[in-house]
Structure formats: C-alpha cells, structure tokens
C-alpha cells in the first residue's frame, strides 16, 4: 500500500511539472541547427555615446589621412625595403580603422556584428563535433565567469592604452626639447625630427582614441554589475527557472521507474514459483541480480530522456560525463564486481545460512546482501548489517544445530577465568556486564569475555574439595572416614537456604602417601545455588575439620628441615667435612 501511494504521488507531481518542462520539443520549435541567437540591442544614452562616436569619427578622419599620405608615398619610393616597410604601415592602419569602424557601429547600433553575422560551419569535423556537443556545457561555465572575465580584460586593455600614450608624450616632449635646441642652418635634421615627431603624435592621437572606446566600454561593464547576493539569487532564479526544473523532474522520473520496478518484482515474487521456496536457490539470486542491473539501467536511461525530451543540452552533456566516468571507472574495477557477484549468487567464501566468526563473536549469515545480515540470537541487539566488501576476507562454514552461539544468556552466573563470579546483567556485541555479588558491576568488551573462558554454573555445577589426613587413620581411610564425612556434609548443608539445589555428595580416598592420606569430596548443585559460590567454596573446608574435630581425626603437618650444607644437585644434604654436633638445623611446621 505504501509502495502504491508513493508510485500515485510520483505519477501526479511528473503530470504537473511535465508540460512546463519540456517546451523546446512539445511547445515551439527550436531554431534551425547551426543558427546562433542575437542579442538584444542595448543604446547606450547619448551623454556618453556621443562624445565617444565623435573621438572615434576624429580617429577615422586621422587615420584616413595617414592612409593618403603612406599612398602617396608608396608612389615615390624607389626599393624594395622602403616599400615593404610603407605596406606594412598601410596594413597596420587598415587594421586599425576596421576595428574603429567595427566599435563605431557596435556602438551606434549596440549589437555585436560579430555574434550576428556568424554562419554555421558546412565541413564536418568529428573533433568540431564533439566541441559544438560539450560547447552548451562549456559556454554555460564561461557564462558564469563571462562579465568578470570581460571587466579585468577591459582593464588590461585601458592600462595598455594608458602607458602607450604616457610614452607617446614622453616622446614629443623629448622632441620638441631637442627641437628647440638645434640651429636654423640644421634644416635637414629639423624636418626629420619634425616627422618623427608628427608620428608620435598620431600614435598619441590613436591611443586616446582606443582609450576612449575601452573606457567606454569599461563604463557600461562597471553598471550592469549588480552586488553578490543579487547576482547570485538572479543565477539561482534562471536555474530553477530552466534547469533546474527539468533536473527535478529527471530525478522524480528516475524514483518513478525505480518504484515501478520494485512493484513489479514484489508481482513477481509473490507468484513465481522459483521465489516461494524457503531458501533462496542459485536461480532466484541470480534473478535479484538481474532486477537491480535492470533497474540501474532504466533508471538512467530515464533521467537522459527526460533531459533530451526537454532540450536541456547542458545538463544531457553533463549527465553523459558522469555516465563515461561510471565506466571508465568500471574498467578498473572489473574483478571487484565480479567477486560481489559471486558473493550474491552465494557462490563465494561467505554463504548464506552459515556460521562465521566477526570480531571475534560467532554470528549466523542470516541475509546475503549488499547489506548482509548477521545475527547472534543471544545478544541483545545482536543484528549486524555489513556492506558486502567486509565479508570479503572471512569464511563460513555450516552448523549443527546444538552448537551454542554464546557460552550464557542473560541473568545467568558465569566464572571467569581472572576469578571473577557474577551473574550477566547484560551482553551485546560490543559490551558484556557483569552483576558481582554485593551490587557491583563490571563490564568486559565482548571479544574480551570470550577470552575469559567463562563457565556458565547457572546450569548446575560441582565442587571438588581435596583434604588430607595423618597415616595413623590408614585402616579407616576406604570406608569409615567417607562415610562419616558423607554424612556430616550432608547433615550441615541441608541446614543451609540452598538445601533444595543440593544434587548429591561423595566423599572418595584419592591416594596415600608417606606422610598423608589423600581424600576429595565431591559436591553437586542445581544452578539456583550458582549465587552462593564463593561461600560454598569456605564452607566446604569448615565442614571437613569440624568433622575431624568431632571424630578426633589427625591433619598432618608436613616438616621442613634446612641444612647449611648443599649438593652440587642442589638438595639439602648434611656436609661431611662439618660435624654432626655443630650443624645449624632449623624446623617450623608447614599448614
């Protein structure tokens, strides 16, 4: 049901966004191919535009002048050289007065004649080609940085123009120092200073002319500039506008086919006969990894039609960047989506329905995924999800059903290997606590505990108690003392809260020695007296020599004797050379 609505929802929010979206093809036709949009003319107001059409006629005028008089003189010259030099300058002066005219009608008009007068190209070119697919994209970065771009280049230009005629009237006033300094007899020199200098004076006379049209143009950049956040909320708003509707619209697509596709397979796995098995067989893994490369694939082929149906070329050529890097990326990466594969197919070192060892703790494969799931049942919290590459470098292995997937559940008492008594409060699979007698509490990491080897008494144990007893008691050591001990441990125990966990007592001869006889006494509890551990494990021994106090049996107390005198074995032995009544000899009895 929820699968449904959410399919409604996206089916109704495409049907709105749809016929907005896709005006270049379903609305009015585009422009024919190859044709470039003209701008819009802009007027400059006639406070500045004049001014600057009059320097710029002023120039053309002057410029005229030169070309007549390089004309003329092209005429008269005589070599070679001479008339290379007079055709570069009228070339140069051509130059110049093609680009003034060229910025006097772009400013009368306000309409670059170069972008209008562009043709499309008739040669094919496959390099040419993919520069005019990826061109909207490119053009589309420059666009953002193009007024920036434009205003530090206007500047560079007007700093140049600056310092040429700095250095043209740096050179006039050298001139005409130099002039005015000569004699009236240097005629020759004079009129060759004086045509020096009418060149420097036109070359004053054309930068200021450039000048004036650069500063011009600076002006005009300097006052469609508008402040950062405007300019920045104006590109957000054209985005939103074009873009970044059909963007939205090509990801709704994409969560429409995905949801479309999930329906499907639900169908499909709710009457297929190969999915109503318990377990999922090698043949439905493999349709899963069908469904999700099937779905990768429709699901991209959705988002670029969306993209192509609404003309939006930058956003088509950005999505196809994206989609050659997945497979050039895809190239390198070959041999890790094949071991994923094997991993999902259930053909790899980790299969599902398996047992593993994780950080130390054993879990069940319950789910193999792409997220798979482990699970102990006797932690709390005891499910795992882990991406499938970190299942690459572990093994599972198949389980019996009797093997325990931890050594205690909770509320259970455990002994440790440190010594440690107390009772699970709780166990997850990052932290064991334990409940020690008395209220305290200790908690052990759970990889930690495992290497306690804890021993779980809550299913019942037994104490083994040894004790010993002099060899003078020998002719009542098989059968007199046991019993007699038998029935006073039981006789004492059954006074105690826990009587009803006592399970059964055995007291058995163990061995005899030179200097005692060895018995053990062997105490069995149900699980409930697991609490009491530590005081039966007192009172046992308190038992055993009350019992020797009330039936008058002998412990013994082994003796030490020290000598001054060591073998080369290194055991105690009297010296030869020392006499007997000067030996040193020290006693004590050991408990």
Known sequence: MKARTALYSLIVAVGMLLPHAVVPVWGDPPPETGAVPVEQPQTAPADIAVPTLKTIVESLAEYKRQVDEKERELDLVRTEEQKARVLRDLADLNARMTALARDFERIATGVNIDVSTARPRERFDWQEEIQEILGPLIKELKGLTARPREIERLRSEAAYFENQITVAKNAVQNLQKLLSELDEQDEALRGRLLEVEKGWRQREQAGMGQLAVVNYQLT?????????????????????????RNFVLAVLAVGLVVVLCRAIYRLVYRFSPLHKADERTFSTRLSDLIYYLLTFVAANGAFLLVLYLAGDWVLLSVAFLFLLGIIWTARQTVPKFWNDAKFLLNLGTVREGERLLYGGIPWKVEALNFHTQLLNPN??????????????????????????????????????????????????PEMVTLLLPGGGCKAYPTAEFLKQNPTNLSAGFRLNVSFRLDPRHQKESLRAIPEKLQEVLERELGKESFAKDLLGVRVEFTEARRESLDFVMLVEFGGKAARHYDRLTRMLPRIALEACNEQGWVIPFPQLTFYDGVTEEGEDEPTAEVPTKERRRWSFWRG
Request: a positive charge.
């Open 379 to 428: 932690l709390k919290g005891g499910l795992l999800r882990l991406p499938l590459k970190d299942l690459m470098n572990l093994t599972s292995r198949p389980y019996e059903p009797e093997e325990p997937w931890f050594p205690c559940k909770e509320k259970e008492w455990v002994l440790l290997a440190d010594g440690t008594l107390g009772r699970v409060q709780v166990q997850t």
């Open 220 to 244: 005009e950049e300097l006052k469609k500039q508008k402040p950062f956040l405007e300019s920045f909320q104006d590109v957000m708003q054209s985005f939103f506008k074009s873009r970044g």
